[in-house]
Structures are given as C-alpha cells and as structure tokens.
C-alpha cells in the first residue's frame, strides 16, 4: 500500500499548489484543478477499504506531478488527463455513491425541459398557440424540476457528506 493516506494527499496538495503559478485563473478553472485537490481527498478517505482508490492514488500522483506540462501538452494528453478524472469520478458514483456539486440540479434541468415540453405542447394544441405555451411550460418544468427537486437532492447529498 502507498504512504500514509492522510500524507499522500498533503503531498499531492504541495505538488498541486507548486504548479499553481504556471496557470493563468482561466486554465486553473479549465483544467478543474479544485476538483483534482478535492478528489484526490475522497480518494485518500476511502484508499484504506478501495482497492481501486489505492490504485487512483497512483494515477492522481502522475496526474499532479505532470501538471506544469499540461497546458502545452498535446490534444491527447489533455484528453487523457480528463478522461481520468471521468474515470475516478464515475467510480465514486457507482462504487461510494458520490455525486458532483449541482449533478442533481443539472439532470433535473434536462427532467424540467423534456417535462416542460410535453406540457406546452398538451395545451399549446387546445390553445392553438404551441409556441407561446410550451414556452411557458419549458419555463414552469425548469422551475419545478430546478428549484424544487435539484436543490434539494443536492442539499439532501451535502448533508450526508455525498458530494465530491
């Protein structure tokens, strides 16, 4: 097994923070650093019963350690980099029963459109007027699917510690 968990992750903090000032704000947020550091402490937190997050730790130090050559690096190893992340975050999901800040607002936005859409077109054809009230129910289906359900399956998973 690797390091201790707890110094693994101080050390990939330090190399992350170490390549910080190669990066503009615009590439920080681009190349999702925040959510590097943050996974890379879910991984530390669950690396002493996951295998699979023992192997991430191996992963996620190449990750950081390669860092200061990302943003000349070539159109594959961005792709590789991101694909990564995909992979450990879709683990956390399947395996830790994760989610990503505003994952349920962001699919319960497609639920409130698709929803919106059957409505306006139910009383937009009694109305003779499709545009204008499936416009409204597009906006009435975000409305509800966003504000009610979204929001609180995303506070309900923050306060059980399920977002990453």
Excluded: P
């Amino acid at each position: 097994m690797m390091e201790n968990n707890n110094d693994w992750y101080i050390d990939i903090v330090k190399e992350i923070d170490g390549h910080k000032d190669k990066f503009s704000t615009r590439d920080y947020k681009k190349y999702k650093l925040d959510l590097l550091l943050r996974v890379a402490k879910r991984v530390a937190s669950f690396s002493a019963d996951c295998v699979e997050c023992q192997n991430f730790q191996g992963e996620i130090t190449k990750l950081a350690e390669n860092l200061g050559n990302l943003v000349q690096a070539s159109k594959e190893e961005r792709k590789s980099y991101f694909k990564m992340i995909n992979s450990i975050l879709k683990h956390f999901h399947k395996r830790h029963k994760l989610i990503t800040e505003g994952e349920n607002f962001a699919i319960l936005i497609g639920i409130g459109i698709i929803f919106g859409s059957g409505i306006g077109v139910t009383f937009g054809a009694g109305l003779d007027n499709i545009g204008l009230v499936m416009g409204a129910g597009i906006g009435a289906g975000i409305a509800i699917g966003v504000a009610i359900i979204g929001i609180y399956l995303d506070a309900k998973a923050r306060k059980k510690g399920k977002v990453i």
